[in-house]
């Protein structure tokens, strides 16, 4: 491309645009604006790092917090989590006093809160809120009482996870509503064990800590956090796990063994019997 | 080659000169078998049963049936170091490390379940065209036997490979023999060698499984089929097909080429589908830990309506001298099996009873034709699916997405009221059948050709049935209620039988008391005379429909 002629030095375009249109009426907007994003850059570049303002940042977090509360859970939590109960004794809204930023986090991160409708159970679903909505509002929460905080990351590292150990603690412990394999399972009148199928470790292991809806809670105590990361990290080795046999048919068991047996076993082999009698000389 | 065929040739004449089989050959080489698809049903049954012998031999090469508590250093790397029984381990060897070991499991598992399924549809087509009839009833008997061998030979595969399913299972097993008053914990003692699970019961289950119940099936299979070759097959009637003979194929070469070709169509079938479906995968649900019952626990389906009768029984039990009678195990899990199968063995005598007929019967029934006993057939199968259904209650809660109880309720309602409903419903579909029919045979097939006589009154044309046709509607016995007959003779001695026959009358009127009886030749000759004037002004027409058939 014959743009720039060879031998002629390459920056001296900027050098002449400087000097020919330092009059022209624009220019001294350019400079501004210039200035401001040199200015701005480097507040963002030199400006302390965050972690070290969490504490000042919480406080307007906190307030961010309050306001969405106020907004869009207050009207069966409490205008300050206290919970509220019906005069004929249903409960509306639990009081939210003390079940920590975990709860909330799991809560509204698995979109369950807010409530679509009551129901049995509250469903999971697409979350109503953004990240920093949710982490606002867990830091509202959070803020009413002492309760069970939002895990470390480090045992959220599934990598680091004996999946042997998990797959065990997960069979003594969760398997009974939750299956083998985490595929869920039925409870008493509608309630339901859901399927732990694409659901993220952070949201796991805040349920076993915080024990949502019939779930029970498993503190620190009866299953370490190291436990808790290795069931987690036991139900992505099986989730990932491709099926050797062939079609996982749900991973279902007996049920759908069954039905398959008769339906295309015992189906396909009459269609084969009929077949084979039509082919028959007429005697 | 002619030297091969005088070799071949020498080799039969010298094993003919020993045992003189031609005779008895040439007499059974042509036996004659009839060709329906219903008939293949038994086959199945038969070859996927061969199919089950062959992948549990090799399985025996590498199972290890032993309790002995091991930790996991296998192939299988989510199990690493796990504790575990040897029966455990070694199905995951067989599993993951032994070559074609996965298959062979697979097609050993998906034979039990197409064997048992195409033993139950076997019952059920006998049932429906009274091939249990004199003098059939003691093949019904072995079939029975063998159905229940059958479930007994799939059970005690289930329980082997020690997993989690199938430690349940046996769990349950000990909760029903502990139930039964007074021997129920000595059961329980003998089968497991002392408390439950203790560490004989796989060693036990093992040559059940492997040697005693096969064996049994195998003899029970060679009477059975030898009973049938000596009592020939039966067959459907119609135009030269009658009680004192079989129309059908040769045995050899026909039916021999057919039956060959049909068993690798089974065979092939079967290991289809443990090539492409995966079928227990014991890896997932882990070993057996007695403190472990994970939500979806099922049975294989020949089980599923003992559990679904165990989890649809309501809580009952009461004490007789401080000692607990817990009714509601004792009910589902012990008398239910006895109150299924005590009829089901016996229904060949109990229908004898009612009917009263006690004749050979070599032509089969159409299922339309005898109402009460295909009604009887189709409440039994929907009680079976209700209890089916609730073995599965939670699985089919978690898929359709509906309360746990819900299912429970419906069931408990439903099995009491949905089976009369079906016999009712059956019984009422083929007397409508049946009075089709006997339109046809009397006014022939409708045509489809709508006439509007001067007077505007429509009607339709009736082709009248070839006799071929006719006779494949009227070839039936006509099934008339007995009648007791007067309670006394004409000088007033009262008939000593009287009260025996009027209930078996009462049972004789409740089996054919509504049956739409075939028309008699005079009812069908009537009726065409009727139609005769019809039949002059559409003759033309007839002759074109019945021609474009």
């Known amino acids: ?283 | 080659m002619s030297t091969i065929v005088n070799g071949a040739g020498k080799v039969v004449d010298f094993v003919d000169q020993r045992i003189t089989a031609s005779n008895w050959l040439k007499r059974n080489i042509r036996k004659v078998f009839p060709d329906h698809w219903s008939f293949l049903l038994g086959e199945i049954a038969l070859f996927s049963f061969i199919l089950i012998l062959l992948s549990g031999v090799f399985l025996t090469f590498w199972f290890k049936p032993s309790m002995a508590h091991i930790a996991y250093e296998g192939a299988y790397v989510p199990m690493r170091g796990v504790g575990m029984s040897e029966a455990y381990a070694s199905t995951l060897e067989l599993s993951f490390e032994v070559r074609g070991g996965l298959l062979m499991r697979q097609v050993h598992h998906w034979g039990a379940l197409v064997f048992l399924a195409a033993m139950s549809a076997h019952m059920l087509r006998i049932f429906f065209t009274g091939a249990f009839r004199k003098p059939r009833e003691i093949n019904w008997l072995i079939g029975v036997t063998l159905l229940v061998l059958g479930v007994a030979a799939g059970f005690t595969g289930y329980s082997l490979p020690d997993d989690l399913l199938s430690g349940t299972g046996l769990r349950i097993i000990e909760g029903g023999m502990l139930a039964i008053p007074i021997v129920g914990t000595y059961l329980s003692s003998f089968l497991f060698g002392g408390e439950y699970p203790g560490d004989d019961i796989v060693a036990r289950l093992y040559p059940l499984h492997i040697l005693l119940i096969p064996g049994l099936i195998i003899a029970l299979v060679t009477a059975h089929l030898m009973i049938l070759w000596y009592q020939k097959h039966t067959h459907w009637g119609g135009p030269g097909k009658t009680n004192h003979n079989v129309a059908g194929a040769p045995f050899f070469p026909i039916y021999v080429a057919k039956a060959g070709g049909f068993q690798f169509i089974v065979m092939g079938v079967i290991v289809l589908l443990a090539a492409t479906i995966q079928i227990n995968p014991v890896w997932l649900w882990g070993p057996y830990d007695p403190s472990v019952v994970s939500a979806g626990t099922q049975p294989d389906w020949y089980v599923g309506f003992l559990d679904g009768a165990l989890r649809v029984m309501p809580p009952w039990e009461f004490y007789i001298f401080d000692r607990p009678i817990t009714m509601s195990v004792l009910i589902p899990a012990v008398i239910l099996p006895g109150l299924i199968l005590t009829p089901l063995a016996l229904y060949p005598w109990l229908e004898q009873k009612a009917t009263g007929d006690t004749r050979e019967h070599h032509v089969l029934d159409r299922p339309r034709n005898v109402p009460v006993r295909t009604g009887i057939g189709v409440a039994f199968i929907v009680f079976y699916i209700l209890l089916w259904i609730a073995g599965g209650n939670d699985f089919f809660a978690t898929i359709l997405e509906i309360p746990v109880n819900w299912i429970t309720w419906s069931i408990r309602i439903g099995i009491f009221a949905l089976p009369p409903l079906a016999f009712w419903l059956t019984k009422r579909i083929c007397l409508g059948l049946e009075r089709r029919d006997r339109d046809k045979v009397m006014h022939g097939r409708e045509t489809g050709i709508v006439m509007v006589s001067p007077d505007g009154e429509f009607s339709e044309l009736h082709a009248p049935l070839s006799q071929a046709d006719a006779y494949q509607l009227t070839w039936h016995e006509r099934q008339l209620p007995s009648d007791p007959g007067p309670a006394t003779d004409a000088n007033g001695i009262p008939n000593p039988n009287y009260r025996a026959k009027r209930v078996q009358a009462k049972l004789s009127r409740f089996y054919f008391g509504d049956v739409v009886q075939k028309p008699t030749r005079e009812e069908v000759e009537a009726a065409h005379h009727n139609g005769h004037h019809d039949a002059v002004e559409a003759g033309h027409r007839d002759e074109i429909t019945s021609g474009q058939q």
């Open chain 1, 1 to 283: 491309m014959p743009r720039s002629l060879p031998g002629r030095p390459r920056g001296s375009w900027i050098g002449r645009l400087l000097s020919t249109r330092r009059r022209h009426p624009l220019a001294a907007i350019a400079v501004l604006v210039a200035l401001m994003f040199t200015c701005g850059g480097a507040y963002a570049a030199l400006a302390p790092s965050t972690s070290q303002n969490v504490q000042a940042a919480s406080s307007t977090q906190i307030d961010e917090g309050r306001q969405l509360f106020a907004v869009g859970c207050a009207s069966c939590h409490g205008l300050n989590g206290e919970g509220q109960i019906n005069d004929d004794g249903e409960v509306l809204g639990p009081s939210l006093i003390g079940v920590g930023a975990a709860s909330v986090d799991f809560q509204v991160g698995t979109g369950r809160m807010p409530l679509a409708a009551p129901s049995a159970q509250a469903e999971r679903k697409p979350p109503a809120y953004d990240q920093d909505q949710i982490d606002a509002l867990a830091a509202f929460v959070a803020s009413l009482a002492p309760g069970p905080d939002i895990p470390d990351a480090e045992y959220l590292d599934t990598s680091a996870g004996d999946v042997a150990r998990g797959g065990e603690l997960f069979r003594t412990n969760c398997s009974q509503c939750h299956n083998t394999t985490g595929q869920g399972g039925a409870l008493t009148n509608g309630q339901f064990a859901p399927a732990l199928t694409g659901v993220e470790p952070r949201h796991i292991y805040e349920a076993m800590l915080t024990g949502p809806q019939a779930m029970p809670v498993f503190t620190d105590e009866t299953i370490t956090p190291e436990e808790k990361r290795d069931i987690i990290a036991f139900l992505e080795s099986v989730q990932d796990e491709p099926d050797p046999g062939g079609l996982g048919i749900g991973r279902a068991g007996p049920v759908a063994e069954g039905l398959w047996a008769w339906l295309v076993g015992i189906g396909l082999l009459i269609g084969m019997a009929t077949w084979i009698v039509t082919r028959s000389s007429k005697a």
